[in-house]
DNA sequence: CACTCCAGTTCATTCATTGAACCTACTGTG
DNA sequence: CACAGTAGGTTCAATGAATGAACTGGAGTG
């Protein structure tokens, strides 16, 4: 966004907040980070969108805290939501709920539960069994009934992230997964 | 944000939202209609955004039917949030619940209240009085523990919008108003 | 050592944003 | 009626950011 620092809004902590995820593209990383993406590809590949912005955005996301970079992690290098980035969630569902209300008429696309008890989560994130409002790393997400087919279904990177999984576990890469 | 139609998130309300509010300045744009904006006038004062930036973003705001435009307003153009624009409260607060945690250390910039009993809203809207989700018209803006002066609050638009008022209620402009 | 991943960087082209100036219609005011 | 002021824009040159494709360089593997 990079608002000048000048901003008037001082005193806006929307305005401090866009400065930091305003970006074009950034809470789309953000999304996919608490979808379990990891890998400087893994974004890439979900995203694409150019590598020099993937570069930059990651690097400032980094900066402000939301995201750490480890490179001792194997074979690569790993982008994690910190504390402050998990924090991110309820902005991530609130806009994702005003998308699924206007622009997903047969209901939500996608669908999170209480993986303790299988309940699903009202738009507040609470549980539908045990009224408790979940913490992100012991939600599940899976398809919604807006969910429409689009034939990623089975491309490696996006089809994982389609089948239930928990939210914030990294994508299984087994080692044949570029098997064709 | 223009993220091309193209777009591999046909499954990302997130992705959706933010083809309609996630360009630079849109959600600024937007909270200032919450706080009472309603003119092109009363956005370009306080936004300090280009002209021709305005003009655009208040266009596709009312094509995408977020804002109304309304010519036929006294002397001049309104401006006004749709149930669609409304439905948008819950995304500029959890932004705001953000940027209030991480970076406004003394508490929130902007505290809001239940007109009718004055309770104070928690996180999720939520009247610490009476405990209802409070609707927007419903709710009063007024400075929090974190707000800092910064000058701008004996300006006739600024300042404004620094009193305690009724979200969505427009500014009333006193004929003196630009008496000095 | 050749090969493949992975995580970037580089770069020319296109596109958006910025800030300042200009334009047009309407509203009082003397 | 002339004139100033206000409101809501448009135009334009300059700058800055995004795009996509190609390239680089290191680590791990056979």
Redesign the interface.
Known sequence: ?TLPST????????????EVV?E?WT??IV?DAFFGARRFGDFAA?L?IPRAVLTSRLKSLVQEGVLTRDDEAGAGVEYRLTP?GV??W???????????????PSG???AFRHDRDGGLLD??GRCQECGQVVPVPAITIERGPG??P?G?EHDPV?GTI?TPRRLLEPFVRSEGRKAS
């Open positions: 966004m901003y008037a809004d001082r005193n806006c902590s929307l305005a401090r907040t866009l305003g074009r809470l789309l999304r979900r694409k402050k924090a991110l309820p902005v991530v569902r609130a806009l994702m709920n005003w998308g699924d209300e206007f622009y997903s939500a696309k996608r738009r507040e969910y429409e689009d990623t996006s389609n």
